[in-house]
């Protein structure tokens, strides 16, 4: 793949994973004693996909930043202050810093402070990668730690990138805490003859994430069927996988392909409806 057409792909990925870091939301429903506290888990637990699926926003800054800086540019396109370094467009890896200090409200919406790092090697190559670091970093008063490492693995026909989650922590107000470990692969299935343009493209998640709530309990998230994101819906609109709670299934299903934020779990046979 080539440099320009891979710059493209990273970016129109970023496109796709510009999902809210929140946890998935259920609607109001009477739910029986005995479920309550499950739906609860897997309503926490699914806030770790949504996190794999925004980290590809902050690897974006990488991509743009490191192609931006070859042009003569930095891509000020967040509410913090970006300085990559080298300046020497032949020099790799670059080292790019979003500095949000005290705080702002960045594009997406979200309350960012401290410092995102990131390494970006020369990303238009087979197997290069972008590291993702943090730096006391909030996001709506959520700390996130540890790093993800995104790596491309891209074929001539399709733009394929690996996600690797390592020791990801996030601490909410409350201390309500949950860690984990993921990977995750992303790969364009459509749109990759018509690279410039973004409407028709659409990717395929696959892979497993393994999290540890503050109680110690074990959840366990496995996709069963290829999650589907294309770029002209803001949403997951397809998708099924298994949360694993210490031992019980809870099946999640993203809907039939219709572009909608809706979903459901299914515990002990009931279905409930949450939304994304």
Same mark, same amino acid.
């Given at each position: 793949?080539?440099?320009?057409?891979?710059? +493209?792909?990273?970016? =129109?990925?970023?496109?796709?994973? =510009?999902?809210?870091?929140?946890? !998935?939301?259920?609607?109001?429903?009477?739910?029986?004693?005995?479920?309550?506290?499950?739906?609860?888990?897997?309503?926490?637990?699914?806030?770790?996909?949504?996190?794999?699926? +925004? +980290?590809?926003?902050?690897?974006?800054?990488?991509?743009?930043?490191?192609?931006?800086?070859?042009?003569?540019?930095?891509?000020?396109?967040? !509410?913090?202050?970006?300085?990559?370094?080298?300046?020497?467009?032949?020099?790799?890896?670059?080292?790019?810093?979003?500095?949000?200090?005290?705080?702002?409200?960045?594009?997406?919406?979200?309350?960012?402070?401290?410092?995102?790092?990131?390494?970006?090697?020369?990303?238009?190559?087979?197997?290069?990668?972008?590291?993702?670091?943090?730096?006391?970093?909030?996001?709506?008063?959520?700390?996130?730690?540890?790093?993800?490492?995104?790596?491309?693995?891209?074929?001539?026909?399709?733009?394929?990138?690996?996600?690797?989650?390592?020791?990801?922590?996030?601490?909410?107000?409350?201390?309500?805490?949950?860690?984990?470990?993921?990977?995750?692969?992303?790969?364009?299935?459509?749109?990759?003859? +018509?690279?410039?343009?973004?409407?028709?493209?659409?990717?395929?998640?696959?892979?497993?994430?393994?999290?540890?709530?503050?109680?110690?309990?074990?959840?366990?998230?496995?996709?069963?069927?290829?999650?589907?994101?294309?770029?002209? !819906?803001?949403?997951?609109?397809?998708?099924?996988?298994?949360?694993?709670?210490?031992?019980?299934?809870?099946?999640?299903?993203?809907?039939?392909?219709? !572009?909608?934020?809706?979903?459901?779990?299914?515990?002990?046979?009931?279905?409930?409806?949450?939304?994304?």
């Amino acid at each position: 793949m080539n440099k320009k057409s891979l710059n +493209s792909s990273l970016m =129109l990925l970023a496109t796709a994973i =510009l999902l809210v870091f929140t946890a !998935c939301q259920k609607e109001e429903k009477a739910t029986p004693e005995a479920d309550k506290a499950t739906v609860e888990q897997a309503k926490q637990a699914m806030a770790n996909q949504q996190i794999m699926l +925004s +980290s590809f926003n902050i690897a974006q800054w990488g991509a743009e930043n490191a192609n931006g800086i070859q042009e003569g540019k930095v891509q000020e396109r967040s !509410c913090g202050t970006i300085t990559v370094t080298p300046t020497d467009p032949l020099v790799f890896p670059k080292i790019i810093t979003a500095d949000f200090g005290a705080g702002c409200t960045d594009d997406d919406g979200k309350f960012k402070q401290g410092k995102v790092m990131m390494t970006v090697g020369a990303f238009w190559e087979l197997n290069s990668a972008i590291i993702v670091t943090y730096d006391n970093y909030y996001e709506d008063n959520v700390k996130i730690e540890g790093q993800f490492v995104f790596t491309n693995q891209s074929t001539p026909d399709a733009a394929i990138l690996r996600i690797d989650a390592q020791s990801i922590k996030l601490t909410d107000q409350n201390a309500y805490t949950f860690a984990f470990t993921g990977d995750q692969t992303y790969k364009q299935t459509a749109g990759h003859a +018509s690279w410039w343009d973004d409407s028709d493209d659409v990717y395929e998640v696959t892979g497993s994430i393994f999290s540890t709530l503050t109680n110690g309990e074990t959840v366990d998230w496995v996709i069963q069927t290829p999650l589907v994101k294309a770029n002209n !819906c803001a949403w997951v609109s397809k998708g099924k996988g298994t949360l694993d709670i210490n031992g019980l299934p809870v099946y999640v299903d993203y809907g039939d392909g219709g !572009c909608d934020d809706q979903g459901t779990y299914t515990v002990n046979g009931q279905v409930y409806p949450f939304t994304i």
